[in-house]
């Protein structure tokens, strides 16, 4: 059979071109989360499938749906990270993190799997930033972190979204409001769709979310979570609204946004872009609080909060601003002393590039490397014609406005990095 260049579908190749985009991003969400406090933590992509059943949950889609689960040779279930939350919860665990003084406050990247339907913004691997912090119970650490999500999305330069907030109660709460779901939608059973039926049983909050518009006609007068939140849930749902208002935000209230993952009590929430190139997929993230979830793996009682981007989508909407420049790019006669100048141009910290010939050919000339320079959106071109070689010097040229300079060879790189500073 021969080898397809194809990728595994719901997968792609980020390519140079996009990979810029993709460190940009990095870069930023780097600095913009350890401003606020939260260090990086790297976990295993893929982890004991026992924890992402119980973490986040047998009924919902992602569990009985998407894993990527299969055996080792030693026969254990391991299966391939849907989402990240689990693996944390886990290494702050066995890293003893808890015993840390709270709140401990963490950020993670990298791809995540889930068997989907491929679509627009949809994909089998995907990537997401997120953080979690661990150990804090009241409303204000729920606000740090999405003001922390929303700056976050100011300085990529997004600006179209709205910040979805819900609360679906706790333990106190949440069983009497099943109930109450149950007691209401028993008699429109025959009325709903085949997924909020299995849900009727197993998990009818998330009924509640379902995207077929027969199934919400049904759920048109059907009473929120937050009209049957206890004492304590309500407290906590007010203050919060009060806190992300006093930050300049401006939350939706979404009474029927449920979340697809099992773990949360009391806070949801969910980022949301209403832009067509992400398709149906309008969900740029989401989150909440998890209070029972370290406790579910074993540790002590410990309140969480956390959110996760999906960076994929976040690009898509980042796709048209421009690729960065090339500082500088090398036009010579002589390739090899092209290569030398280039060297000591990046070795001052200069980002530079050369021509090469390729397979067979003979170095380009002149005015094909001035069109490579062009192509690659160089801000300075180098020259070293004949004269400047004989002479032990080089002509800076700008790109934008054509105008040259003549400089020795030995100032090359600090008159560079001047006029590089700036643009
Ligand atoms: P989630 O809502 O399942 O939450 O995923 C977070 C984000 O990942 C979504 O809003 C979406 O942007 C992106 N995403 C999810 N599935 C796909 C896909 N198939 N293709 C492309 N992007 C996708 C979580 O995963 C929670 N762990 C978030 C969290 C952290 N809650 C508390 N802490």
């Known amino acids: 059979m021969e080898i397809s260049t194809q990728p595994p579908r719901g997968t792609s190749d980020i390519l140079p071109g996009q990979s810029e985009h993709w460190q940009r991003l990095e870069s930023l969400a780097k600095d913009h989360l350890q401003r606020a406090g939260y260090k990086e933590i790297r976990t295993p992509t893929f982890e ?11 009924t919902t889609d992602i569990v009985s749906k998407e894993m990527y689960t299969f055996s080792d040779k030693s026969d ?67 606000v740090e972190v999405i003001v922390v999500a929303h700056d976050f999305l100011k300085a990529l330069g997004i600006e179209d979204f709205e910040v979805q907030l819900n609360s679906l109660g706790d333990q106190a709460c949440r069983p009497a409001y099943r109930e109450l779901l149950r007691e209401k939608l028993r008699s429109r059973l025959d009325k709903l769709c085949a997924d909020c039926k299995d849900r009727f049983e197993r998990n009818p909050l998330r009924m509640l979310d379902c995207k077929v518009p027969t199934c919400q006609e049904q759920y048109k007068d059907i009473p929120s979570a937050i009209e049957h939140l206890c004492d304590d849930c309500q407290t906590h749902w007010q203050k919060l609204i009060e806190l992300v ?25 969910e980022f949301v872009a209403k832009d067509k190139r992400l398709g149906t997929q309008s969900s740029i993230g989401g989150g909440g609080r998890y209070d029972k979830l370290v406790e579910m793996f074993g540790g002590p009682a410990t309140p969480a909060v956390g959110w996760a981007f999906g960076v994929d989508r976040l690009l898509m909407l980042l796709s048209d601003t421009t690729a960065s420049t ?46 490579q320079a062009n192509k690659q959106q160089a801000a300075f071109v180098v020259i070293l014609g004949d004269d400047e070689l004989a ?16 400089v020795s060879q030995s100032e090359l790189a600090s008159v560079l990095g001047i006029e590089l500073q700036r643009k």
């Open 48 to 58: 004991h499938t026992e924890l992402f059943k119980r973490g986040v949950g047998e």
């Open 76 to 142: 254990r279930s391991l299966t391939l990270r849907p989402e990240g939350t689990a693996g944390c919860v886990r290494a702050f665990l066995n890293a003893g993190l808890h015993r840390q003084s709270p709140p401990v406050k963490l950020w993670y990247q990298g791809p995540m799997y889930r068997y989907e339907r491929p679509q627009t913004g949809r994909q089998r691997q995907f990537h997401q930033l997120g953080i979690e912090a661990f150990g804090s119970q009241g409303p204000l650490i729920d």
């Open 245 to 269: 208002e006093a930050q300049g935000i401006k939350p939706v209230i979404n009474p029927r946004m449920v979340r697809g993952l099992d773990y949360y009590t009391r806070t949801a929430f």
């Open 326 to 371: 090339l500082p500088a790019f090398v036009v010579s006669s002589n390739a090899e002393k092209a290569l030398g100048i280039a060297t000591d141009l990046r070795r001052a910290g200069i980002t530079t590039e050369l021509d090469f010939p390729g397979q067979g050919q003979l170095p380009r000339n002149f005015s094909k490397q001035m069109q």
């Open 391 to 406: 002479k032990g010097e080089a002509t800076i040229k700008d790109m934008k406005d054509g105008s040259q300079k003549v």
